[in-house]
Each structure stands twice: as C-alpha cells, then as structure tokens.
C-alpha cells in the first residue's frame, strides 16, 4: 500500500532524469467532505491536486501556487493552492448535469492558469496562461511544461474516492551524459504504469517496478496535508474591497452577511456591528489641529 499523503523524490544517478510520487489520502479526502462533485469531475479535481503536489517540488517558489483550468463547459472552474509548505486545497464549480469523458467534454474550451504568488515574502507574483491542450489533465501539465517552461515532462495520475496519485518524470535542462537514450528509455517505462498501480503500490514497489535496472537515489518522503488558507480577518479585508455602501446595502436587504469558504466550507457571518467596527478600523484618524 503507499504511504499516505507522501511525496517522494528521485534522481536517476547516471542519467538527466528527476521524478516524483505522490500519494494523497487524508488530504484527497478532506476536500471531498466539502462539497458532492459528481464522479467525473471528482476525478478530474483529484488528479489536478496530485499534479500540483507534484509540481511543488520541481518548480521554485516561496508562498503559494494555484493550479486553474477555466472552460464553457459543464464544468466552469477547477483550483488547486498548493503551498511551498506542501499544504493543499481544492475546489470546483460546474452547472448542470457533468458528463463522463475526457477533459474537453467536461470543461469544452478554455485555458489552464498557473499563479505564482510569492507576495507575502516580497517577491513579484507570477502567471502563465495557456489553452486547454489535451484530453487530460496529465496532457494539459505536459503541454504547460513544454510550451511555457521548456522542459520534457511525462506525468501520470489517478483518482478515485479514497485517494489521489501521480507521479511525474522531467529531463533536467543542461544536463549531458554518455547514456543519450535515457530520456526516452525512462519515459516508456513510465507509460507502463497503471492507474490501479499508481493508486494502490508504494512508491518503492513502483519504482522497483518500472526501473529495476536503473540506478536510481529515493529521498526521504515529505508530508502532504489539507489546509485552508481562510479566515476572519481575510473575510473582513474583502467586505472593506466592497466598499461601505455595499456590505449596508447587503445588510439592510439580509441583516446579516454570510461569506461561505468554497474551499473548506467554513461559514462566516458579520452583523452590523461587526460591519461597523471593520469600517472605524478602516477609517484614519484625524490629525489633531495645529496650535499656532
């Protein structure tokens, strides 16, 4: 069985070739308390979070990282934050019925968003926006890591209602060996990998599995887990974006705001008082007059 809610590096040692594993339990399941996708987008949104666990340890950042496919589809809108602290969140919106099928008959045309936001630590955010390429999730990362970062990518995911895997293999830029079919030697030994493997093996049995003759350095396993991001006082900052006029006008129509989080369902209410004291605090003080 795979050791749950782990992300495990590896390095093949002879040849330009860096992978990793994930295997989401707890944490796959704490985004399925909060909402009933239907069984198509479940799988969708589950194999978009193990790709972004993934993603957390080749791409660098320091703060969060938001994984977004937009269609006009049956599905509008699927998100994924994953932080550099290998925390995550998802979330998803559809309407109406959601068909099974591939990526394109779930989410029609659109595009896969990818936000940087390094903010909190001074650093500029960063966004890459790119058409919905492929009938898969694991086809759309591919084409973002080539056409955006230039890097030969193959991944592989899987997701039902008890866990989320993948796993991800890259050929490191810049790097030149002796062993010049090694790339393509690792990428067809990836694709013999099962969806039922990839959920239910350990990371040593799949690696034992698929390259037995390679010499290959397994790191330590890393921790995955859920976490949300929201709170109070983060509600409060978007009730002031509102503006005054807009949370009285809510206000007197409903006596109280309710702000649920699409994340992790947490309810948050604001009556007129609460409403008030956001304002007085938002307000300057007055400079005492000058005494001449």
């Known amino acids: 069985m795979p050791t749950p809610d782990t992300l495990t590096r590896f390095l093949f040692e002879q040849a330009p070739v860096r992978g990793e594993l994930v295997s989401l339990d707890a944490t796959w399941r704490e985004v399925l308390k909060h909402a009933d996708y239907p069984p198509s987008l479940q ?33 509008k809108l699927v998100v994924v934050e994953a932080t550099s602290a290998r925390t995550l969140r998802a979330t998803a919106k559809w309407d109406g019925e959601v068909p099974s099928g591939t990526l394109d008959a779930l989410l029609g045309e659109g595009n896969f968003v990818i936000t940087l936001d390094q903010t909190a630590n001074g ?7 790119v058409p919905l390429v492929g009938s898969s999730v ?15 990518t193959q991944i592989s ?27 393509n030697r690792a990428g067809l030994l990836a ?9 239910n093996l350990s990371a040593e049995t799949i690696l034992h599995r698929l390259f037995v003759e390679e010499d290959l350095r397994v790191f330590e396993g890393e921790r995955v887990s859920f976490s949300c991001s929201c709170s109070r006082e983060r509600v409060g900052d978007m009730l002031k974006m509102l503006g005054r006029d807009e949370v009285e006008s809510v206000l007197t129509e409903r006596g109280e705001i309710e702000v649920r989080c699409e994340f992790c369902n947490r309810m948050y209410r604001f009556d007129a008082v609460d409403a008030a004291q956001l304002f007085v605090a938002a307000t300057p003080l007055a400079a005492p007059p000058i005494k001449h």
């Open 43 to 75: 799988i969708l949104l589950g194999e978009l979070m193990a790709a972004a666990a993934l993603l957390t340890a080749i791409l660098k950042f320091d703060g969060s990282m938001i994984l977004q496919m937009r269609g006009n589809g049956a599905v």
């Open 191 to 199: 694709a013999t990998l099962k969806p039922e493997e990839l959920l």
């Open 123 to 129: 650093k500029p955010a960063y966004q890459g926006i």
């Open 157 to 183: 995911l899987a997701a039902n209602d008890q866990r989320a895997a993948g796993m991800l293999i890259q050929r490191l830029p810049g790097v030149e060996t002796a062993d010049a079919d090694a790339w």
């Open 138 to 152: 694991a086809e759309v990362l591919e084409h973002y890591m080539q056409s955006s970062e230039q890097l030969d």
